[in-house]
């Protein structure tokens, strides 16, 4: 059974950094490109970047550009998402995603992990 486990969201004071873990059980992560998503309520997913398998080249969405960074550590099966210089409009939840593509449309990924809050306020 696959499951993808993000864990890391936080309550957070604006400008402040959080990094964020996707973990995986049934799938070998560095097979797989890895996005990060996110979901405001009352909005859309949107893509905040993704990580291809093999050259682990990165792609990442206008609003995370220059402010987050995705990485992974195989050994640990595991792909990360920093977050810096993080402001309220970065509030939401938070999923990671696996396909064979690195692409920043939802309708790419056919596994999901549940979630996590990540809340920008002082």
């Known amino acids: 059974q696959v499951q993808l486990v993000e864990s890391g969201g936080d309550l957070v004071q604006p400008g402040g950094s959080l990094r964020l873990s996707c973990a995986a059980s049934?799938?070998?992560?560095?097979?797989?490109?890895i996005a990060w998503f996110r979901q405001a309520p009352g909005k859309e997913r949107e893509g905040v970047g993704c990580?291809?398998?093999?050259?682990?080249?990165?792609v990442y969405g206008g609003s995370a550009k220059g402010r987050f960074i995705i990485s992974r550590d195989n050994a640990k099966n595991t792909v990360y998402l920093q977050m810096n210089s993080l402001n309220p409009e970065d509030t939401a939840v938070y999923y990671c995603a696996a396909s064979g593509i690195c692409s920043l449309y939802v309708d790419m990924y056919g596994y999901w992990g549940q979630g996590t809050q990540v809340t920008v306020s002082s």
């Open positions: 049934g799938l070998t992560l560095d097979r797989y490109a």
């Open positions: 990580i291809s398998f093999g050259d682990d080249r990165t």
